[in-house]
């Protein structure tokens, strides 16, 4: 069973402030989807990574794909409170599947 | 465009009693998916569909049924819904094939809060 793992579980930093989140996994991912969710509010798809060592920038957010596709990080620049939310990876574990596994996920508060 | 609508918002059961989720998309995807969401635990799949009148079950589909008579709904039932059962439940979609680096993009509809006592 795949398993993935969000670190940390909750953070709350103040306005300004960066910060790094993670997602692991024991087993090799063939794609990795990072995604926010606001309270009562279903998940919106923020990127999706596929390369070992790859980086996507969206504005103040950074994520990137480790080399061996096994784990992957979120970092904000300068966080506004407009990016609290619950942050989730999810990811498929062989090419052509359309079943994916969600992290715990990590629930950030950004205060102003 | 509507887009993933899920029916009804919340629901409150007793213990022994069934109901229906409804799950519509109008974007004319592919695969649907049910989830649900129970603090510090993400999002597990229940059961999901690659197309219209095809079913398979997911992570944790015990006490579920499902069924996807037509390509733009998938329906989410509880025979005899269990306090194990409370939790928030969400519908995604997903196109066959996506565009423009949104590859595996899911669509979640709003959830749906239900309550089992």
């Known amino acids: 069973t795949q398993l993935l793992e969000q670190s940390p579980q909750f953070l709350s930093i103040q306005e300004g402030e960066n910060l790094t989140v993670y997602c692991n996994s024991s087993s090799v991912f063939s794609s990795l989807q990072w995604y926010r969710q606001e309270p009562g509010e279903g998940p919106v798809l923020l990127v999706t990574v596929v390369t070992g060592g790859e980086v996507k920038k969206l504005k103040r957010l950074t994520f990137q794909f480790g080399d061996a596709r096994k784990d992957s990080s979120l970092h904000i620049t300068a966080a506004q409170p407009g990016d609290t939310g619950l942050y989730l990876c999810?990811?498929?574990?062989?090419?052509?599947?359309?079943?994916?596994?969600f992290g715990t996920g990590t629930r950030l508060k950004v205060l102003a | 465009n509507a887009g993933v609508t899920q029916t009804p918002k919340f629901r409150v059961l007793k213990t022994g009693q069934s109901m229906t989720l409804l799950c519509a998309q109008d974007m004319n995807h592919e695969y649907m998916y049910w989830y649900r969401q129970d603090p510090g635990m993400g999002l597990r799949l229940i059961h999901y569909s690659v197309g219209e009148g095809t079913t398979a079950k997911g992570e944790v589909p015990d006490g579920y049924n499902v069924s996807r008579l037509k390509k733009q709904n998938f329906l989410l039932g509880l025979e005899s819904a269990a306090p194990s059962q409370t939790s928030v439940y969400f519908c995604?979609?997903?196109?066959?094939?996506?565009?423009?680096?949104?590859?595996?993009?899911?669509?979640f509809g709003p959830g749906t809060r239900l309550t089992v006592l």
């Open positions: 995604a979609s997903r196109p066959l094939q996506a565009r423009g680096g949104r590859a595996h993009e899911q669509f």
């Open positions: 999810a990811g498929t574990f062989s090419r052509g599947t359309y079943k994916y596994i």
